[in-house]
């Protein structure tokens, strides 16, 4: 018999995700696991007939093969039926949208991903298999993603989700009877429990973030209380909110935040509840309201990252104006700088006003050119220390309408915090990638360009970039920033690379840089480049603005002097084919001959010409990349041409070591954009010219969670010389059988030793798995283990291996790996011991008995060499 099970205390994705399980496995039973929260109730008293359920107790559990779990990846949360989790018999498969956690299912077959609803996962499925959907159960599934996401508010939520509910409303989704059941009225009880938590809420800031905690005790039991948090939060409009509720000697929490500094599921998770980042409930049992209260201050402060502060995000150091600064000068510096405002100092420097365009403007409609800003500028100073909280500074902007709050030390001005900065800090860099105000291109005019760059290049690169524009004044060369760092200028990425393109003699003008900078020339006069390596390391790429041609496809480019235009058309894509002017009075140009702006605002990666992808096919990988770390999609012909490339076979053309270079970049990218690339890979086909069996898989997809999940602390342990592209390369890699992984290693021409890294997170990992899975050994054991391991290896093994082998990793690196042995060779050699390799194993055994605790001190180390050497001798 396979049964259809959810969680306790049934919500609506919960019950919406059983509706769709039993379309996909129609001989299934429905059992609700526990209770029913009430507007999910009353949706089933309504629609009785329509939804058959099986009463726990009229089901045979000695009958049951099959489990399928939704909404939910916890035996603990099957209630009565958790003991038939890991029974003989019995398959497992899960259907869930929550992020993995220490408490999940193991050796289930796992179909889960981490969108906004499990209901979205399964129509996922029932799309793709063509199966119908009834005006009744598009209502139904809609109310599970609606619930679930907030109506799509919710962080958590993905396109999927909002692409799914737009096909749930083409099916005939009933939006009244959502909006009937989705915000159910509060009964008299929950009304009452509100107030008591409104009179019981009280904030407190914890590393600068403010934090909302409501408490109230009840004499009766109510349920809602996740409803009741969630209309409190948006009734008082809080970032974060924990209400306590003390009912019949237990405490319910809930907990709800908006800010990414305070994981709602870490916190709960200490007291044994759960949830997501976002949103989650515990019970504390045998606790009074104060203790709850208590506990939950007490995670709070050990839980919650801090705040981001106007230290932290704020432009500096600060261009400033006199009192007595003229006021046509203050126009003249703020056209040059592109600034719209200027903070105002006296002569000890102390902050005293701010000048922005529009007192500039009326002081000259009347003629007041020559007066000093003094008479002007804004008095009424609004200003914060370096640490004050994020919270506090769009407090300040929002209430009293300004665009930029200075940062003072000490009366001084050390930097300034503008609205950009708080939107990026708030919402992250991918908020701001679409260009505003509509009908205008922000980045096209010279002013906007050079003020991007004051605000995000550090002081020496701008000072870098000044040098360079003078001597190319002054030599006679037209010289131009291009390639990535252009790109992510416009973006607001961080970027530090300088790539020159020269129309002229390239390798000439980087001698006459060289000896400007007091810097080193390496040049290659093959292809007209140059690298300059300052004093300080740094590297400036200098190329003769060339073109390229291609004797055939998969070729190497043949190269030939050109213009900056033709230079940019070789590129590979728009969005990287544009350049920026650096000589003279050009300074901070821009250059878009092909549309790269217009591409940046679309959001999407297009090639330059129909032949781009025969002539260089890694611009396929690389497509790939860009599209996932910027959150583009390939424009639609480009993408057409993509696939019709791996059609023709041309990927296989390719050098291998070029492919190679393309995957290491793609791994090296922050999770878990490796594992959308490896899928976008195979949707385009192209995944299977590396390695005809390589195919994504459920494993693959849990492999690489876990690496999301663990991968940063993984590398911390590893250490600085870690490469970190290896795990993620590894993930995919497993899908190989046999020895192929080595094969394919050795065929794309991997360095020996990352091949070894590779072959022993293959290898090695999953035999020290099994090995520390069986039982404990003593330290010495442990470190046989783990010493020979690679920094990649042992990295892997800390993201596959379980919190128990996480913990001995942890352990191993702080306290057992670099432990040595007070005694040495020279000890032994006093104790009359010929040099042999019989050293190594003495010292070895020695080192062993001081990881497990058996010697201590040197002395006891010599009393130990000289057994052993005395054993040797007789030997």
């Given at each position: 018999?396979?049964?259809?099970?959810?969680?306790?205390?049934?919500?609506?994705?919960?019950?919406?995700?059983?509706?769709a399980?039993?379309?996909?496995?129609?001989?299934?039973?429905?059992?609700?696991?526990?209770?029913?929260?009430?507007?999910?109730?009353?949706?089933?008293?309504l629609?009785?007939?329509?939804?058959?359920f099986?009463?726990?107790?009229?089901?045979?559990?000695?009958?049951?093969?099959?489990?399928?779990?939704?909404?939910?990846?916890?035996a603990?949360?099957l209630?009565?039926?958790?003991?038939?989790?890991?029974?003989?018999?019995?398959?497992?498969?899960?259907?869930?949208?929550?992020?993995?956690?220490?408490?999940?299912?193991?050796?289930?077959?796992d179909h889960?991903?981490?969108?906004g609803?499990?209901?979205?996962?399964?129509?996922?499925?029932?799309?793709?298999?063509?199966?119908?959907?009834?005006?009744f159960?598009?209502?139904?599934?809609?109310?599970?993603?609606?619930?679930?996401?907030?109506?799509?508010?919710?962080?958590?939520?993905?396109?999927?989700?909002?692409?799914t509910?737009s096909?749930?409303?083409?099916?005939?989704a009933?939006?009244?009877?959502?909006?009937h059941?989705?915000?159910?009225?509060?009964?008299?009880?929950?009304?009452?429990?509100?107030?008591?938590?409104?009179?019981g809420?009280?904030?407190i800031?914890?590393?600068?973030?403010?934090?909302?905690?409501?408490?109230?005790?009840?004499e009766e039991?109510?349920?809602?209380?996740?409803?009741?948090?969630?209309?409190?939060?948006?009734?008082?409009?809080l970032?974060?909110l924990?209400?306590l509720s003390?009912?019949?000697?237990?405490?319910v929490?809930?907990?709800?935040?908006?800010?990414?500094?305070?994981?709602?599921?870490?916190?709960?998770?200490?007291?044994?509840?759960?949830?997501?980042?976002?949103?989650?409930?515990?019970?504390?049992?045998?606790?009074?309201?104060?203790?709850?209260?208590?506990?939950?201050?007490?995670?709070?402060?050990e839980?919650?990252?801090?705040?981001?502060?106007?230290g932290?995000?704020?432009?500096?150091?600060?261009?400033?104006?006199?009192e007595?600064?003229?006021?046509?000068?203050?126009?003249?510096?703020?056209?040059?700088?592109?600034?719209?405002?200027f903070?105002?100092?006296?002569?000890s420097?102390?902050?005293?006003?701010?000048?922005?365009?529009?007192?500039?403007?009326?002081?000259?409609?009347?003629g007041?050119?020559?007066?000093?800003?003094?008479?002007?500028?804004s008095?009424n100073?609004?200003?914060?220390?370096?640490?004050?909280?994020?919270?506090?500074?769009q407090?300040?902007m929002?209430?009293?309408?300004?665009?930029?709050?200075?940062?003072?030390?000490?009366?001084?001005?050390?930097?300034?915090?503008?609205?950009?900065?708080?939107?990026?800090?708030?919402?992250?860099?991918?908020?701001?990638?679409?260009?505003?105000?509509?009908?205008?291109?922000p980045?096209?005019?010279?002013?906007?360009?050079?003020?991007?760059?004051?605000?995000?290049?550090?002081?020496e690169?701008?000072?870098?970039?000044r040098?360079?524009?003078?001597?190319?004044?002054?030599?006679?060369?037209?010289?131009?920033?291009?390639?990535?760092?252009v790109?992510?200028?416009?973006?607001?990425?961080?970027?530090?690379?300088?790539?020159?393109?020269?129309?002229?003699?390239?390798?000439?003008?980087?001698?006459?840089?060289?000896?400007e900078?007091?810097?080193?020339?390496?040049?290659?006069?093959?292809?007209?480049?140059?690298v300059i390596?300052?004093?300080?390391?740094?590297?400036?790429?200098?190329?003769?603005?060339?073109?390229?041609?291609?004797?055939?496809?998969?070729?190497?480019?043949?190269?030939?002097i050109?213009?900056?235009?033709?230079?940019?058309?070789?590129?590979?894509?728009?969005?990287?084919?544009?350049?920026?002017?650096?000589?003279g009075?050009?300074?901070?140009?821009?250059?878009?001959?092909?549309?790269?702006?217009?591409?940046?605002?679309?959001?999407?990666?297009?090639?330059l010409?129909?032949?781009?992808?025969?002539?260089?096919?890694?611009?396929?990988?690389?497509?790939?990349?860009?599209?996932?770390?910027?959150g583009?999609?390939?424009?639609?012909?480009?993408?057409?041409?993509?696939?019709?490339?791996?059609?023709?076979?041309?990927?296989?053309?390719?050098?291998?070591?070029?492919?190679?270079?393309?995957?290491?970049?793609?791994?090296?990218?922050p999770?878990?954009?490796p594992?959308?690339?490896?899928?976008?890979?195979?949707?385009?086909?192209?995944l299977?010219?590396?390695?005809?069996?390589?195919?994504?898989?459920?494993?693959?997809?849990?492999?690489?969670?876990m690496?999301?999940?663990?991968?940063?602390?993984a590398?911390?342990?590893?250490?600085?010389?870690?490469?970190?592209?290896?795990?993620?390369?590894v993930?995919?890699?497993?899908?190989?059988?046999?020895?192929?992984?080595?094969?394919?290693?050795?065929?794309?021409?991997?360095?020996?030793?990352?091949?070894?890294?590779?072959l022993?997170?293959?290898?090695?990992?999953?035999?020290?798995?099994?090995?520390?899975?069986?039982?404990?050994?003593?330290?010495?054991?442990?470190?046989?283990?783990?010493?020979?391991l690679?920094?990649e290896a042992?990295?892997?093994l800390?993201?596959?291996?379980?919190?128990?082998?996480?913990?001995?990793?942890?352990?191993?690196?702080?306290?057992?790996?670099?432990?040595?042995?007070?005694?040495?060779?020279?000890?032994?050699?006093?104790l009359?011991l010929?040099?042999?390799?019989?050293?190594?194993?003495?010292?070895g055994?020695?080192?062993d008995?001081?990881?497990?605790?058996?010697?201590?001190?040197?002395?006891?180390?010599?009393?130990?060499?000289?057994?052993l050497?005395?054993?040797?001798?007789?030997?």
């Amino acid at each position: 018999m396979d049964v259809i099970l959810g969680h306790v205390n049934v919500d609506f994705d919960a019950l919406a995700s059983m509706a769709a399980a039993k379309k996909l496995y129609p001989e299934a039973v429905m059992v609700f696991a526990g209770a029913v929260n009430r507007n999910v109730r009353e949706f089933i008293a309504l629609h009785g007939d329509v939804l058959e359920f099986m009463e726990p107790r009229a089901l045979d559990v000695e009958a049951v093969t099959r489990l399928i779990v939704v909404d939910n990846r916890i035996a603990e949360r099957l209630g009565e039926f958790r003991d038939l989790v890991g029974r003989p018999g019995i398959e497992v498969f899960v259907y869930d949208h929550h992020p993995p956690s220490p408490q999940d299912m193991v050796g289930v077959k796992d179909h889960s991903e981490q969108l906004g609803a499990t209901t979205t996962v399964l129509l996922k499925i029932i799309r793709r298999k063509g199966i119908a959907v009834t005006p009744f159960e598009a209502t139904l599934f809609a109310l599970g993603i609606h619930e679930d996401t907030g109506s799509l508010t919710f962080a958590g939520t993905t396109h999927e989700d909002a692409e799914t509910l737009s096909y749930l409303m083409r099916q005939g989704a009933n939006l009244g009877v959502i909006m009937h059941f989705l915000s159910p009225p509060l009964t008299s009880l929950q009304h009452e429990l509100m107030k008591r938590l409104l009179t019981g809420l009280e904030f407190i800031r914890v590393k600068g973030v403010l934090v909302a905690v409501a408490t109230a005790g009840m004499e009766e039991y109510v349920e809602g209380a996740s409803l009741i948090a969630g209309k409190l939060a948006e009734l008082e409009n809080l970032d974060v909110l924990f209400t306590l509720s003390e009912m019949h000697g237990r405490v319910v929490v809930v907990g709800l935040s908006r800010l990414d500094q305070v994981n709602v599921d870490e916190i709960l998770y200490a007291m044994g509840g759960g949830g997501h980042a976002k949103a989650g409930s515990a019970v504390m049992k045998g606790f009074t309201l104060e203790r709850a209260r208590s506990r939950v201050i007490e995670l709070l402060e050990e839980k919650v990252r801090p705040l981001v502060t106007a230290g932290q995000i704020m432009s500096g150091p600060v261009k400033t104006l006199t009192e007595e600064t003229p006021i046509i000068e203050a126009s003249r510096r703020m056209e040059r700088t592109g600034h719209t405002a200027f903070p105002v100092v006296d002569e000890s420097g102390t902050l005293t006003g701010i000048i922005s365009r529009k007192d500039l403007d009326k002081a000259g409609h009347h003629g007041l050119g020559h007066a000093p800003v003094k008479g002007f500028m804004s008095r009424n100073l609004i200003s914060v220390d370096e640490k004050a909280p994020l919270q506090e500074i769009q407090a300040l902007m929002t209430g009293n309408a300004i665009g930029r709050v200075p940062v003072v030390r000490d009366g001084r001005v050390i930097g300034i915090v503008t609205r950009k900065d708080v939107i990026r800090a708030l919402h992250g860099a991918d908020y701001l990638r679409g260009f505003a105000p509509p009908g205008r291109v922000p980045g096209y005019k010279r002013a906007e360009i050079i003020e991007l760059m004051q605000r995000a290049l550090p002081g020496e690169m701008q000072a870098l970039l000044r040098n360079i524009s003078r001597t190319a004044e002054a030599g006679g060369y037209n010289v131009f920033l291009v390639g990535g760092v252009v790109r992510d200028l416009l973006l607001g990425f961080p970027n530090l690379d300088l790539d020159l393109v020269v129309e002229g003699e390239g390798i000439e003008f980087a001698r006459l840089l060289a000896r400007e900078l007091k810097a080193r020339v390496r040049s290659h006069r093959k292809f007209g480049t140059a690298v300059i390596i300052l004093p300080n390391g740094r590297r400036i790429d200098v190329a003769t603005a060339r073109t390229e041609f291609y004797e055939y496809p998969a070729a190497l480019p043949t190269v030939e002097i050109s213009s900056v235009k033709q230079d940019l058309y070789r590129r590979d894509f728009t969005i990287n084919a544009m350049a920026i002017a650096l000589s003279g009075e050009r300074f901070g140009e821009l250059l878009d001959f092909f549309g790269g702006l217009r591409d940046l605002q679309r959001r999407q990666v297009r090639i330059l010409h129909n032949l781009s992808f025969v002539e260089d096919p890694t611009r396929i990988f690389r497509a790939v990349r860009f599209e996932q770390r910027y959150g583009f999609q390939l424009e639609t012909q480009t993408e057409m041409l993509a696939r019709r490339a791996v059609e023709m076979e041309i990927v296989g053309k390719l050098t291998n070591a070029r492919v190679r270079d393309e995957l290491i970049d793609i791994f090296s990218e922050p999770q878990p954009l490796p594992l959308r690339a490896v899928e976008r890979l195979q949707d385009l086909g192209a995944l299977r010219t590396l390695h005809h069996e390589l195919c994504v898989s459920q494993a693959m997809r849990g492999r690489y969670r876990m690496l999301e999940r663990h991968g940063e602390k993984a590398a911390e342990l590893a250490g600085e010389g870690m490469k970190r592209w290896v795990p993620p390369l590894v993930a995919m890699l497993e899908e190989l059988p046999g020895r192929e992984a080595e094969k394919w290693c050795h065929l794309m021409r991997f360095k020996r030793e990352d091949t070894q890294a590779i072959l022993q997170c293959l290898g090695r990992v999953p035999e020290t798995i099994r090995a520390l899975s069986t039982e404990m050994p003593p330290p010495s054991r442990i470190a046989g283990f783990l010493d020979p391991l690679a920094g990649e290896a042992l990295a892997y093994l800390y993201v596959l291996g379980g919190p128990g082998i996480r913990d001995v990793v942890e352990l191993y690196v702080n306290k057992w790996k670099y432990m040595e042995t007070e005694i040495d060779g020279n000890d032994l050699a006093g104790l009359g011991l010929a040099p042999s390799r019989i050293y190594a194993e003495i010292l070895g055994a020695v080192r062993d008995a001081r990881l497990d605790g058996e010697v201590e001190s040197r002395e006891e180390e010599l009393e130990m060499a000289r057994r052993l050497v005395k054993k040797a001798k007789k030997g």
